[in-house]
């Protein structure tokens, strides 16, 4: 089983709002990542969680807030939101040993829109 | 740092064309070379992947060669389909491998194939 699942699939919000993003993988993988993309581009790294610890945050605004409640779930919470702040926000994970395999498996994504 | 340089795009091909998709890549040591596609409203799948020099990944047809004297992972196929319509990134993770081993993305290109 290589898959990495996230929901929900569609998201729209208001600046206001708070809500959280899901992620799971069943791979043992001991290593995440969420991305952000915006369309037509990469995506870009925003978190890192490396043995269930943040072990890196690539200066993202405080309004996203990471969680990784265990080896299995990556979490993302989102509060008081902007406009630009719409994308596609994408899960990843890898082995995450040291010297080992690295390639990283990607999920769907959710689609955020922020009114 | 590390950097990756795609051709620019958007490529158009006829069904059953050949496919060459240049990526030049700027690493220090030896890193590891990743492509992968993005079909429309989807996350990103792993295509293929190379460790060390010389290795060819290949999958689904496609194929690309880790050239450390060019510094080149080009991707390629002898005779692509509809169905490969989609965004190709190419990637490296540099050394030391692990969690905290990032992925370096180009800008990726569209490639449209016509019936």
């Known amino acids: 089983d290589t898959e990495v699942t996230q929901t929900p699939k569609h998201l729209v919000m208001g600046m206001t709002n708070k809500k959280s993003l899901k992620c799971e993988q069943h791979?043992?993988?001991?290593?995440m990542y969420w991305y952000k993309q915006k369309a037509k581009k990469p995506p870009e790294l925003m978190f890192v969680y490396s043995y269930e610890k943040l072990s890196i945050n690539e200066s993202v605004p405080s309004r996203f807030s990471p969680e990784c409640p265990n080896s299995s779930l990556l979490n993302l919470h989102l509060h008081a939101l902007q406009p630009e702040d719409s994308a596609l926000y994408l899960c990843?994970?890898?082995?995450?040993?040291?010297?080992?395999?690295?390639?990283?498996?990607f999920g769907p994504g959710t689609r955020l829109t922020v009114l | 740092g590390d950097s990756v340089t795609q051709m620019e795009g958007p490529v158009t091909l006829s069904e059953e064309a050949f496919l060459t998709i240049n990526c030049t890549y700027t690493?220090?040591?030896?890193?590891?070379l990743f492509w992968y596609v993005q079909y429309p409203g989807e996350g990103l799948q792993l295509l293929l992947k190379a460790t060390k020099a010389d290795d060819k990944g290949s999958n689904k047809g496609f194929e690309a060669t880790y050239r450390k004297e060019t510094t080149s992972f080009h991707l390629e196929k002898g005779s692509v389909q509809v169905s490969d319509s989609a965004v190709y990134f190419c990637a490296l993770s540099a050394r030391p491998f692990g969690a905290n081993s990032k992925l370096t993305f180009g800008k990726g290109i569209t490639l449209s194939v016509r019936p």
């Open positions: 990843a994970s890898s082995h995450g040993l040291a010297g080992g395999r690295n390639e990283q498996f």
């Open positions: 690493a220090t040591g030896y890193p590891s």
């Open positions: 791979m043992g993988h001991r290593a």
